[in-house]
C-alpha cells in the first residue's frame, strides 16, 4: 500500500534553513508527479507548497515561496525533499508530501516552526 513518511522539520530562528524528506512506498515514484503541502494550524485546509514533476527539471512553486525553497527528488531512493531556505514566521506549519492528483493517503507531516 501507498506510504508517505515526512521528516526534517524542527525549530529555526527566522532566515533559518530545514530540509524536509518525504520517504515513500507502495507506488511507481518515477512515474508520479510529486506535491509538498503544509497546514498553518489544526483544522485548516492544507495548502499547497511545490511541485516536482514526473517530467524532471520542472518544478512548481506557490509565490509565497519562490526564491526561497527547492522541491527536488531522488527516483532511486523513492523520495522527494524540499529544501527550505530565509525561513520566515509565517512559514510555521505542519508539511505533508502527496502524489499530485491524488486525494490520500496521506502520512503524518513534519512540524516546522520558525520563531525568534
Known amino acids: 500500500q501507498v506510504q508517505l513518511v515526512e521528516s526534517g522539520g524542527g525549530v529555526v530562528q527566522p532566515g533559518g534553513s530545514l530540509r524536509l524528506s518525504c520517504a515513500t512506498s507502495?507506488?511507481?515514484?518515477?512515474?508520479?508527479?510529486m506535491d509538498w503541502f503544509r497546514r498553518m494550524a489544526p483544522g485548516k485546509d492544507r495548502e499547497w507548497v511545490a511541485?516536482?514533476?514526473?517530467?524532471?527539471?520542472?518544478?512548481f512553486y506557490t509565490d509565497s515561496v519562490k526564491g526561497r525553497f527547492t522541491i527536488s527528488r531522488d527516483n532511486a531512493k523513492n523520495t522527494v525533499y524540499l529544501q527550505m531556505d530565509n525561513l520566515k514566521p509565517e512559514d510555521t506549519a505542519t508539511y505533508f508530501c502527496?502524489?499530485?492528483?491524488?486525494?490520500?493517503?496521506w502520512g503524518q507531516g513534519t512540524q516546522v516552526t520558525v520563531s525568534s
Open positions: 511541485q516536482s514533476s514526473r517530467f524532471e527539471p520542472m518544478t
Open positions: 507502495g507506488f511507481n515514484f518515477s512515474a508520479v508527479s
Open positions: 502527496q502524489r499530485a492528483t491524488a486525494s490520500g493517503p
